[in-house]
């Protein structure tokens, strides 16, 4: 079992930065592919950005690329999602996942453990 904690959500003025952090415990991260989702209200589940175990291939969903980073410290044990520019569409609650298969999938059904969420709130 692979508990998650994920950190650095907020509210932020549009054009503003956030960086949130994911966590884990009972596991060592760099054994897992690692994504980030997030959700609005009313809305699915959608994909961010994924990055595999050693770094080396990252995938980001269009609306986020230029603006969204993600990357990991697999001595912490941790993975960060840098969000710059940010917009009043990107508030969501925002999920780190683990996924146990090799290589990125932009499907949550593809990863097996979640946080419980953090909220980022973009005020226009």
């Known amino acids: 079992q692979v508990q998650m904690v994920e950190s650095g959500g907020g509210l932020v003025q549009a054009g503003g930065s956030l960086r949130l952090s994911c966590t884990a415990s009972?596991?060592?991260?760099?054994?897992?592919?690692m994504g980030w989702f997030r959700q609005a209200p009313g809305k699915e589940r959608e994909f961010v950005a994924g990055i595999n175990r050693s770094g080396s291939y990252i995938y980001y969903v269009d609306s986020v690329k230029g603006r969204f980073t993600i990357s990991r410290d697999n001595a912490k044990n941790t993975v960060y999602l840098q969000m710059n520019s940010l917009k009043p569409e990107d508030t969501a609650v925002y999920y780190c996942?683990?996924?146990?298969?090799?290589?990125?999938?932009?499907?949550?059904?593809?990863?097996?453990?979640w946080g419980q969420g953090t909220q980022v709130t973009v005020s226009s």
């Open positions: 996942a683990v996924r146990e298969g090799t290589g990125v999938r932009s499907t949550s059904s593809a990863y097996d453990y």
């Open positions: 009972g596991r060592t991260l760099s054994s897992y592919t």
